[in-house]
């Protein structure tokens, strides 16, 4: 599905389940493209404009109690970050990949493809007629922080805060989430580089520095 659109090789995003360690991660990418010398826009998804941030606040809070009276449905929360990437790529994405800048983005495509396909199970071919249509084109790079979901989950409860309406979800649905990931991986081996998000945050900002130094020079020779 994917080796039929184009790359962005300005375009690169972090991906990952919950507590894989993304902010770590994200400050560490950035910090090498600016020693590179590379004018950079960070974004995050889904959000990254005020409506989208508007529809990320209804997709996340929208159902926090598990007693309220209507709770989003699966294809509806498909078609929200759908609605918000729509957005978030006229509004940033594009120019700024027009303009000869690099995006850093936190989540892309790849998280609808695991939360709402694999975590809700809704179908792939849907969400892949949306890439299609909305999007039209994959990153360069995308590094994918893979943490055993106990692990993620503990972290996340150890940083307290309340829970979101997916942070709520069952272990099986993180589970699921993640072999989600682990498929997109199988499909596109050369856009991804797997970070293992277990170990310690110093020697995974190593591993992240160097993938992103090798995909530098890998782009720009
Ligand atoms: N979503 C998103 C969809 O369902 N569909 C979509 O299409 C898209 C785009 C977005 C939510 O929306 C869903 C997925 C998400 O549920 P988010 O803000 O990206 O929300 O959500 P989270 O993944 O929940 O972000 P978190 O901030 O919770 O996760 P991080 O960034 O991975 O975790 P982080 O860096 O805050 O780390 C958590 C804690 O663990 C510690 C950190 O210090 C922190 O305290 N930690 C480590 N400790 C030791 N060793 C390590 N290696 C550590 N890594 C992290």
Request: with cysteine; proline share 5%; hydrophobic share 45%.
């Amino acid at each position: 599905m994917n080796d039929v659109l184009p790359r962005r090789a300005h375009l690169i995003t972090l991906e990952g389940g919950e507590g894989a360690g993304k902010s770590t991660a994200l400050a560490t990418v950035r910090d090498c493209l600016q020693a590179a010398g590379c004018t950079l826009v960070v974004s995050r998804e889904p959000g990254g404009t005020p409506l989208a941030e508007q529809l990320r606040a209804m997709v996340l809070h929208s159902s926090r109690q598990d007693d309220a009276d209507e709770r989003l449905h699966p294809s509806a929360e498909l078609l929200m970050v759908f609605a918000a990437r729509a957005q978030h790529v006229a509004e940033v994405i594009n120019p700024a990949l027009q303009r000869g800048d690099w995006v850093l983005c936190d989540r892309f495509t790849d998280s609808s493809f695991a939360y709402q396909g694999g975590g809700r199970g809704l179908p792939v071919d849907w969400i892949a007629d949306l890439e299609r249509r909305v999007v039209g084109f994959v990153p360069g790079l995308t590094l994918w922080l893979d943490v055993p979901v106990a692990l993620g989950r503990s972290r996340v409860q150890g940083r307290g805060g309340v829970p979101d309406a997916i942070e709520r979800e069952h272990d099986a649905f993180f589970e699921r989430v993640h072999a989600g990931f682990a498929a997109r991986v199988a499909a596109d081996p050369q856009r991804f580089v797997r970070i293992d998000a277990s170990v310690p945050l110093e020697q995974m900002v190593a591993e992240v520095t160097r993938a992103v130094n090798a995909y530098l020079a890998q782009v720009r020779r």
